[in-house]
């Protein structure tokens, strides 16, 4: 499968974590999935002439293009000029050469968050006019239209996140090579359903804290961060937990907030990220598929059972009161 | 004359072009173009300032880390909030993880494997350079991104994951490290270093930082030429002449890196120029947007006042870079920068003898490799798990402050101002952003312009390798330049 790789809007941070992934040979590992790299930005060594000479051979059919992956949102701006981005060494802005690719290639991969939906660099007063490649923050439409569809019939394959995952990249480059990636295998937002089809919350390693609402309240607690730190945990879709980041580590585990970053829009929350927003002490936004009324009695019911340890370590920055150990066979 | 416009400039973070004038085989001037922009300094305008944590790791997934501690340090800075010893120590873990993973990234996967190319076919070291840094296939190529991937597991544990944690806090670090964790970091600091003194040095890394002069590195590499890969570049690098190559300003910067709980840095600064280390006036800094498609509203301004507003259409202009100044003068900033500034004797004698060369740029990297790593182990073992990690605080309504730091690729700085409760103006200039500078008003090209000129330039090159040996030696990240 020849995989074309360019980046456009965004920090090359997709890339970057992709390095990491959980091999002790990642080009092996590419290579045994049969993914031909074609170019890509940080790992080729064409330079220049040598590169567009291959968007050439590309454009005029002779070279097959199976896979393009985008990483970095699309900047429409100034005026709907794509001058925000002119791709270095051939005067054309960058959306002009996305643009005609992707209508060359088999299948259409968004990387990351803000080739998906914008992301970040769509953030603020959007000053780049950035979008995603089917999307505009959650609207579809984006620089390739919402009726589009690659040559392989997928519309684009959103592997969301900031960065991504670079297991949800080889496992969806490494399906798709194998030709068992249809469209069953999205979930409504063009996500690969086998990350999507998690919560961030599955397996969070504070679960004790959240099942009695015992909550951190700074920057270092061992608490569940739901209630007043921020965390969209329970909201967002994501198997960050289950499947861990660079070892063993997940932004939850790292002590800070899940900001939700495979959603769109999440960039502009409508809140500080770092603090839980709230109407009438109960956070507005409540665990998915939880109707409000069990939440809050579900919350008021845990809490008044929290045990005390529970309470007294979910302020700590370590373990202060340790669980009993009890000495007898456990049941 | 002939005009020369190259790019896609790969094996750079981001996007580059440069565009050449070139005679009689040399480069006569060249202009740099940071191709794209994205406007975080408008984006962060209006929010809330913590919101910064969140945003300006998202500049750059490369130095994510290093513009989060810039950050964290401008927000400590403003709400007046000092890190406990444990904090401290992490944060310089965290980020010293990034940079000694990005001088690994630079060295094997951006770097050498421009001496694979054809034009080099000839040389007698081509077939074993093929063989080690062909990209794709290249063994150490390989083991680099191996020991890379294990290397980063450090930051699963230390701050969640790399790139864009939110770990580093103005208060410290949000992660507490126990004492078994604090064990299994260490045995992985152990195992990168075993990587280090097998494969890129074949000596300890005590044996490498222990390298006083140029002649003891000369004959360091004459004892044993074939073992490890700083001392096959080092072959390569007398062959190609690369201490003759891309000269620098012969001004260096550094802002001190590593700050340490009791005062100092674990890597002093300052301004090291004819032979001289001097204290850093960071209020003689300006930003000259006279190139750059953006207003220059108010001529060159410093980053606590400074204005970043599009101007697509202006004359003149050929980038998004601004164009940084200290004190009106074009500095260099980086690896080499900070081992001058730290009195490596190494790094004084190749750039006494040489000034700075595409070949004094990759040692300084390489040894730094090797100079910080037991600086790594040395702060982990001063951890005391039960100990805070993080000293809670407030940030006022009102106010100034900057956080200035060291990422990979040299100085960077934060600067921000909040008016009620928001971020009122937010200034990033960032390491690439001085060494990739424009021209400024007065016409001085900057540092990798200036280090273009008298570039060579082989018949029908259309991407002179010269140039992309000297382009690459400052280990530009485009992202960071414009933001």
Redesign the interface.
């Known amino acids: 499968m020849n995989v074309l790789w360019l ?11 992709l ?10 590992e590419l ?1 045994d999935a049969g993914i031909e ?1 074609l ?1 890509h ?12 000479a291959l968007f050439d051979r590309i454009l005029d059919g002779e070279l097959p293009l199976d896979a393009l992956c985008i990483e970095g ?1 699309l ?1 429409r701006g ?1 005026h709907g ?1 794509g ?8 005067g054309q802005p ?1 959306i002009h050469w996305v643009s005609r690719l992707a209508a060359c290639a088999r299948h259409v991969v968004a990387i990351g968050s803000c080739a998906a939906w914008g992301g ?2 769509a ?6 006019e ?1 979008c995603g490649l089917q999307y505009d923050d959650e609207v579809r439409g984006g620089l390739l239209g919402a009726e589009f569809r690659a040559a392989g019939g997928l519309p684009v394959i959103n592997v969301a996140g ?2 991504t995952h670079p297991g949800w990249v080889i496992d969806t480059l490494t399906a798709l090579a194998a030709g068992s990636f249809n469209e069953a295998d999205l979930d409504t937002l063009g996500r690969p359903r086998f990350f999507a089809d998690q919560l961030v919350h599955h397996g969070c390693s504070r679960n004790e804290y959240y099942e009695f609402k015992a909550s951190a309240e ?3 607690d061992l608490g569940c961060m739901m209630e007043h730190l921020g965390c969209k945990g329970t909201q967002a879709h994501a198997d960050c937990n289950t499947r ?14 899940c ?1 939700s970053c495979t959603e769109p829009g999440f ?1 502009e929350p409508g809140h ?4 839980t927003p709230k109407l009438a002490g109960i956070p507005i936004g409540l665990p998915t598929d939880m109707p409000k009324a069990w939440f809050v009695a579900l919350a008021s019911l845990s809490k008044s059972a929290t045990p005390k340890r529970v309470k007294v370590n979910a302020v700590s ?2 373990v202060v009161v340790p669980p009993v150990a009890k000495r007898t066979r456990l049941k | 004359m002939s005009r020369l ?7 750079v ?5 440069v565009t050449l004038d070139v005679a009689e085989g040399r480069v006569v001037s060249a202009h740099v ?1 940071a ?5 975080f300094e ?7 300032p ?2 910064a ?3 300006v790791p ?5 130095c ?1 880390v290093s513009q989060s501690v810039a950050a964290a340090r401008a927000l400590a800075a403003l709400g007046g909030i000092t890190m406990p010893p444990n904090g401290q120590h992490v944060t310089n873990l965290v980020l010293a993880t990034e940079n000694l993973a990005d001088h690994l ?1 630079h060295f094997y ?2 770097f050498m ?2 001496f ?2 054809p034009v080099y076919a000839g040389r007698p070291w081509h077939a074993e350079a093929a063989r080690r840094f ?4 290249g063994e150490r ?2 083991a680099a ?2 020991a ?2 294990r290397w ?6 230390l ?9 580093l ?1 103005p ?6 490290i ?1 004492a078994s964790e604090r064990s299994r970091l260490l045995a992985r600091v152990r195992e990168f270093r075993r990587f280090l003194e097998a494969v890129t040095f074949g000596a300890a890394l005590e044996e490498v930082a222990a390298l006083d002069s140029e002649a003891a590195l000369d004959a360091w590499v004459d004892a044993d030429p074939q073992r490890g890969d700083l001392r096959f570049f080092l072959q390569i690098a007398r062959d190609t002449a690369l201490a003759a190559l891309g000269p620098g300003p012969g001004r260096f910067l550094s802002y001190g890196a590593y700050p340490q709980p009791a005062g100092g840095h674990a890597l002093g600064g300052g301004v090291w120029q004819a032979g001289k280390l001097s204290p850093l006036d960071v209020e003689a800094i300006r930003e000259d947007a006279t190139h750059a498609w953006l207003s220059d509203e108010g001529g060159a301004r410093h980053p606590a006042s400074g204005l970043t507003e ?1 101007v ?1 259409d202006k004359p003149g202009a050929y980038t998004w870079n601004k164009a940084p100044r200290l004190a009106g003068e074009v500095v260099e900033t980086g690896a080499i920068a900070r081992q001058l500034a730290s009195g490596h004797p190494l790094v004084l004698d190749l750039v006494r003898r040489h000034g700075a060369s595409v070949h004094g740029r990759v040692v300084s990297r390489l040894l730094e490799l090797a100079r910080v790593l037991p600086m790594m182990e040395d702060w982990l073992r001063a951890l005391r ?2 100990e ?3 000293t ?1 605080g407030s940030l006022p309504d009102e106010g100034v402050a900057a956080g200035l730091g060291e990422a990979a690729r040299g100085s960077l700085g934060h600067w921000l101002s909040v008016r009620e409760r928001r971020i009122a103006n937010y200034q990033i200039v960032a390491p690439t952003t001085w060494n990739f500078s424009p021209r400024d008003a007065a016409g001085r090209p900057g540092a990798l312009e200036a280090a273009l000129e008298g570039a060579p330039v082989q018949p029908g090159e ?2 002179p390798v010269a140039v ?1 040996h000297i382009v690459r030696s400052f280990d530009p990240c485009m ?1 960071c330049t414009v933001h």
């Open positions: 980046q456009s809007g965004g920090c090359g941070g997709c890339s970057m974590s390095l990491c992934a959980d091999t002790t040979d990642f080009h092996g290579r790299l170019w930005p940080s790992l080729s060594l064409e330079s220049g002439a040598e590169v567009t949102a900047l100034p000029s001058r925000f981005h002119i791709m270095a060494g051939t960058m970040v660099t953030g603020g007063s959007n000053p780049t950035a900031c960065p700074k920057p270092s861990p980041w660079n070892g063993e580590g997940s932004c939850t585990r790292g002590g800070y907030a900001i960039q500080p990220f770092h603090a920055d370590h | 416009i190259v790019g896609p400039f790969n094996r973070e981001g996007d580059l072009e173009n191709p794209m922009y994205r406007g408008q984006i962060l305008r209006g929010r809330d913590h919101d944590l969140v945003y998202r500049i750059c997934g490369i994510s990234t996967l951006f494997p421009d694979v190319r062909a990209p794709h296939t190529v390989r991104i191996a890379r991937q980063f597991t450090l930051l699963g544990t701050a969640g994951k790399w790139p864009h944690t939110q770990s806090d208060g410290g670090s949000t992660r507490a126990d599009p697509a798990p039960g805070a990690f993080c809670p259309t991407t992309q992202v």
